[in-house]
């Protein structure tokens, strides 16, 4: 569902692309950690996971994840939200969507039966992100996603939690996403749902072999070139922000699992060549 948790990298690695999970081992000097590819949102249907989770999780003591997201249900964190990914005073969407990119957006609202009044005020980032949901309802995909599950059972087993990036980040991210190539943006999120639900099974099929050239295709062929400056703040910036933090996990006696978005995953700036770049040994656990 590319818009969602798009993005993968053009320059795919030999990194195990016949793997059979998204799960891997990273290991070097006696020390190793488990790093696996997540999707945020799944349906009934998608569990049980892969093994591979499973046999990560009972060998880890820490689990990772990106961020700290249960904290955008919190109500003292509204605020900052609507601060974040609303437009301010007088300013909406006909601000920045240029004529027949604001025509093709109120046709699919008005197709759904959504009034362009209740989404006129939403930047980019939150109006693709709304009305992607408003898809994925309509085809029962609105399920509990690897993070999600594997947050409650942590908790449940009481392990160690820790996250890589703070929710701020995150919502800085959605607060720019398409900022100053607005009308680009809207057009290709519409062309995107219109086929979410073919795009969404191959993404989710791809993921769950390992299959990194099939994620490739699914999820970065059609858009990179056109976004980069979103490529670049997706994946890159952020991959390399967390290779600090991941290297120092390496460094000591615990073991951790570290749960992200699959993208993050594949490619010459992915999470997996950057640590095999450092001499780190990548095993797919499978």
């Known amino acids: 569902m590319k818009f969602k948790y798009i993005v993968f990298i053009f320059c795919i690695l030999f990194v195990n692309v016949y793997a059979q999970s998204p799960v891997w081992k990273i290991s070097k000097n006696g020390s190793h950690l488990f790093i696996a590819g997540t999707i945020h949102l799944l349906n009934k249907d998608d569990y049980p996971l892969p093994k591979a989770f499973d046999y990560a999780y009972k060998r880890s003591s820490t689990i990772v994840f990106e961020a700290d997201t249960n904290k955008f249900s919190q109500a003292s964190f509204r605020p900052l939200i609507l ?22 957006l109120k046709l699919y609202l008005k197709k759904e039966n959504i009034s362009y009044a209740n989404v006129a005020k939403l930047k980019p980032g939150m109006l693709s992100i709304t009305l992607m949901m408003q898809e994925l309802k309509k085809l029962s995909l609105l399920g509990i996603g690897v993070d999600e599950y594997y947050s409650k059972k942590a908790l449940k087993d009481k392990k160690k939690i820790k996250f890589l990036e703070s929710v701020f980040k995150q919502l800085d991210f959605l607060s720019n996403m398409g900022k100053n190539n607005e009308s680009a943006f809207v057009k290709y999120m519409l062309k995107d749902l219109n086929n979410i639900e073919k795009e969404f099974s191959l993404m989710k099929k791809a993921w769950r072999q390992g299959d990194n050239e099939a994620l ?22 952020r991959n390399k922000a967390w290779m600090p933090k991941i290297v120092k996990m390496l460094a000591n006696k615990e073991v951790e699992l570290i749960l992200f978005g699959a993208l993050h995953l594949v490619g010459e700036h992915g999470v997996l060549s950057l640590l095999e770049k450092k001499g780190y040994k990548v095993e797919n656990i499978n």
Do not use: A, G, Q
Request: overall charge positive.
């Open 83 to 104: 601060r974040k990914t609303l437009y301010l005073k007088n300013k909406t969407l006909e601000n920045y969507l240029d004529d027949k990119t604001l025509k093709e």
């Open 216 to 237: 490739k295709k699914v999820s970065l062929d059609s858009w990179k070139d056109k976004f980069p400056k979103l490529y670049h703040s997706l994946l890159i910036k």
